[in-house]
């Protein structure tokens, strides 16, 4: 059974810093876009950020910056580094896999809060 599983999620003060990391059990995990996206209470789901299999990376305005996506696909792990955090990105954050469909993690909570 394919599955995602994220972990690295938790209670921040604002400015704080946090590493979510997303493990997979794909197989040819390479050939996939990863990506983060959350979903905040009351909204709907939003992209934070994607890494192509070729290597391209896109962001959302609202983390530009701030966010770094990155992976490694030995492990067949996506990270998502999370600098500066403001209480707006308190959010489940969810891990995604993209090929022809969509395969999602069972999310992780951030909570950016004094």
């Known amino acids: 059974q394919v599955q995602l599983v994220e972990s690295g999620g938790g209670l921040v003060q604002p400015g704080g810093s946090l590493r979510l990391s997303c493990t997979a059990s794909i197989s040819m995990f390479s050939i996939f876009t990863m990506g983060w996206y959350r979903q905040a209470p009351g909204k709907q789901r939003e992209l934070v950020a994607t890494?192509?299999?070729?290597?391209?990376?896109n962001y959302a305005d609202s983390v530009k910056g701030r966010f770094t996506i990155s992976r490694d696909n030995a492990k067949r792990t996506v990270y998502l580094q999370m600098n500066s955090l403001k209480p707006d990105d308190t959010a489940i954050y969810y891990c995604n896999a993209r090929l022809v469909g969509d395969l999602w993690g069972q999310g992780t909570q951030v909570t950016v809060s004094s």
């Open positions: 890494f192509t299999s070729g290597g391209s990376t």
